[in-house]
């Protein structure tokens, strides 16, 4: 049995709780408000992010950070990109021994350009980490609790630490392999959420099924260009966090960025729709990212730039689409790779 604290307590940092607390692991997620915490430990519900799920007895909630992560051998990071930081450097004053980290957040600062594991590594001390796996993959909160089949990559250079995550989180219904390219997971898993958003804007406008394939058939030509044009391995793109977790987050009405991207297609602004959702819709902050990454590496993303027209430039999301519709003629295979 091994002590594992997650920090965050949103819809994904419980279901992947629960599946710690499933494999008998000593389990404490962390809530920043005490009522929430009290609520998974006296009713074993989280009402707000996962309504109608029972979660297990022996998963514990703590309020306090530091009692949450006293003694734990792993720390699960399940919090917003925009929190990272901030959590990351509050560790170092509570740590006392070197922990294995991962971390399950997808996106990219904007400004500084960096990934959530770059991010992390600036943040804690390296004296008081043993490495950083990422956890990503085709996997929606509200299915994990349910104990439907899910499957997810662990990523880390380092191949003994990758297997360490796998074996702490894999079971008969969490299945889990193990990559070393954590670029190209972390850029998948990232950039999927700007395509979910133009595949809601899409399918807001009613243009159906034929554009929607389109949009992540060439969506991942996009993140592919940009992945490998950074480093990243071009196979990473064809498994679970590339194209797995692209079909996931475009199709599904569990996605925060698809059903954002879908007010917006249906005329409702920013503003509103961020105000509705009442959740962290990471694809907004990451496209701003994307576009500025896109420019840094020469690499052409018309996707994310007809996006970010709508998201930050008061663009009318079916001019945008007229926009990508309108382009130069171009070969399929030779554009795919950036050579057009």
């Known amino acids: 049995m091994t002590k594992v604290t997650v920090l965050g307590a949103g819809s994904w940092g419980t279901a992947l709780a629960t ?36 979660l297990p007895e022996n998963l514990k909630a703590e309020a306090s950070l530091e009692q949450a992560v006293d003694g734990s051998d792993v720390i699960v990071v399940a919090v917003p990109t925009t929190g990272i930081r ?21 996106g990219i600062e904007p400004d500084s350009l960096k990934r959530i594991s770059e991010m992390m590594a600036e943040e804690i001390r390296e004296n008081l980490r043993q490495g950083i796996v990422v956890l990503s993959g085709p996997s929606h909160a509200e299915e994990v609790i349910l104990r439907h089949p899910t499957t997810v990559t662990a990523a880390n250079e380092d191949p003994e630490l990758a297997v360490r995550i796998q074996d702490l989180f894999m ?46 058939t060439r969506g991942l030509a996009e993140i592919s260009r940009l992945g490998v044009a950074m480093g990243a391995n071009p196979m990473t793109f064809s498994g679970l966090t590339g194209l797995g977790d692209l079909i996931v987050t475009c199709t599904s009405v569990h996605s925060r960025n698809w059903r954002a991207g879908n007010m917006l297609g249906k005329g409702m602004s920013l503003d509103e729709v961020l105000e509705q959702m009442g959740m962290v819709v990471e694809g907004v902050r990451t496209t701003k990212a994307a576009r500025q990454l896109a420019e840094s590496c020469s690499v052409p993303m018309p996707i994310t730039q007809a996006l ?29 790779f950036g050579m057009s």
């Not at 998201?311 to 171009?330: H, Q, T």
């Open 19 to 54: 599946v710690l607390a499933d494999n008998g692991h000593d389990c404490t997620i962390w809530a920043r408000r005490p009522e929430q915490a009290e609520e998974i430990n006296s009713r074993h519900t989280n009402e707000r992010y996962l309504p109608g799920a029972l």
């Open 86 to 106: 901030g959590v990351c450097r509050e560790l170092n004053n509570i740590l006392e021994k070197p922990v294995l980290f991962a971390h399950v957040s997808k």
């Open 171 to 216: 079971n008969r219904v969490f299945r889990v392999y193990t990559n070393d390219d954590v670029i190209g997971v972390e850029i998948g898993g990232a950039l999927k959420n700007i395509i979910a958003l133009a595949a809601g804007v899409s399918d807001g406008l009613g243009y159906g099924d034929n554009a929607k394939a389109a949009l992540i």
């Open 308 to 336: 970010y027209s709508v998201l930050f430039e008061g663009a009318e999301p079916r001019k945008a689409v007229d926009s990508l519709m309108g382009r130069l003629k171009k070969h399929e295979i030779e554009d795919l």
